[in-house]
């Protein structure tokens, strides 16, 4: 493999562009080749070759391709990328269904040579790499159940988003946002078994969720709760995690718009003591004032393949397992109601199965 790694960005809309900024900073990384239907996204992207067709980034030159694409097209664009032999870093989700995401599996398991990463950022950010650090440290004991709140209001054409179609989008808020909710939960707990769950559309005039709320069982017996919402007014992003010596609780989410608000953890530890106030522990608040998720997930990234160490991180096994979740919620409470609206597949395969990346 060259000292430089030529990338690829198909897709160059918002995700696109963060991408590239991305690859710009890394000394390892060139940008030479860009597609995205739109012909105007190309004047953000000078210098590298433009084409409306993802084919033509494939047979550019590239070492590796970001797949930046709606849902509708992110398998299509993934499995001809590893069958070109291209290392590829994928957006979440992997696609509308569980089929797609097991089709890009196949495709990985044909080019064992490429590097297949999926767009799990908010594992990088750094509350939640704080929290990690913190419970591997065994501190405050071991963690007993965990509780996320992932919620956004919408807004100005939320109802004519691309995401909150069935045919390009696939779902909702849950698989469009509360995925990466899904993807912590197994982050800090593994493996869940069991799923009970209420799916509803509240208030949004689309075709798809707006609301989930889920209860998850893992292999522990460990509980974790779920709310996600795009009727959320304000913006909010909230991970408590309890553990036998104390707790933690993620708050606010550091983005571009800062629109879920400063980026915070809380620490305390539980106090039984003569002379303090029950349920009152002390805290300490961290404050968090930059966001290195995109910059650490794609070092990561260009790491594994300039190393060509294995992917750790954002694994398939994760984004399947992500996707197996997500529709685990939709099939405990019979969402949605159209039986033919999403390939279903009995409930305990579809949380029990997996493989693993030689």
């Known amino acids: 493999m060259a000292d430089t790694l030529k ?69 299509e664009v993934t499995i001809a990328a ?34 297949l990463k999926f767009g799990f950022n908010h594992r990088y950010h750094a509350g939640v790499q704080e929290a ?27 109802e004519e988003s691309w995401r909150n179609t069935r045919e390009v989008g696939g779902g909702g808020i849950l698989l469009d946002q509360g995925i990466h909710m899904l993807d912590l939960f197994r982050f800090f707990c593994g493996d869940f078994v069991e799923v009970k769950s209420m799916v509803a ?24 709760m779920l709310h996600s919402s795009s009727t959320q007014w304000k913006h909010r992003f909230n991970l408590e995690i309890y553990l ?11 983005t571009s718009s800062r629109s879920y608000g400063e980026e915070t953890i809380t620490v305390a530890r539980r106090q039984f003591d003569e002379g303090f106030a029950t349920g009152k522990p002390r805290e300490e608040v961290i404050y968090f004032d930059t966001d290195p998720s995109w910059e650490l997930e794609a070092n990561d990234f260009a790491d594994c393949i300039l190393e060509d160490k294995p992917v750790t991180s954002g694994t398939s096994v994760d984004a399947l397992k992500a996707m197996q979740l997500v529709y685990a919620i939709y099939e405990a409470d019979s969402w949605p109601q159209k039986a033919d609206a999403h390939p279903r597949q009995p409930l305990a395969v579809e949380l029990g199965t997996g493989w693993t990346p030689e």
């Open 244 to 254: 036998s010596e104390g707790y933690l609780s993620i708050n606010g989410l550091l």
């Open 201 to 224: 559309n509240a208030y949004w005039n689309v075709e798809v969720e707006d609301n989930a709320f889920a209860l998850l069982r893992d292999e522990a017996g460990r509980i974790a």
């Open 132 to 158: 990690k650090r913190i419970i591997g440290s065994g501190r405050l004991g071991q963690i007993l159940w965990v509780r996320g709140v992932y919620g956004k209001s919408g807004g100005s054409g939320f």
């Open 7 to 75: 990338v690829g960005i198909v897709g160059l809309g918002h995700m696109g562009r963060i991408r590239a900024r991305e690859i710009a900073r890394h000394p390892a990384m060139e940008l030479i080749a860009g597609s995205d239907p739109n012909p105007e996204a190309a004047e953000a992207f000078p210098g590298i070759l433009y084409s409306s067709d993802y084919r033509d980034v494939l047979n550019a030159g590239v070492d590796a391709v970001f797949v930046c694409t709606p849902n509708r097209f992110t398998p």
């Open 82 to 115: 590893l069958d070109a032999g291209k290392h590829v870093l994928c957006e979440k989700p992997p696609g509308r269904s569980i089929s797609d995401i097991n089709d890009i599996v196949e495709a990985e398991k044909r080019n064992p040579q490429c590097k």
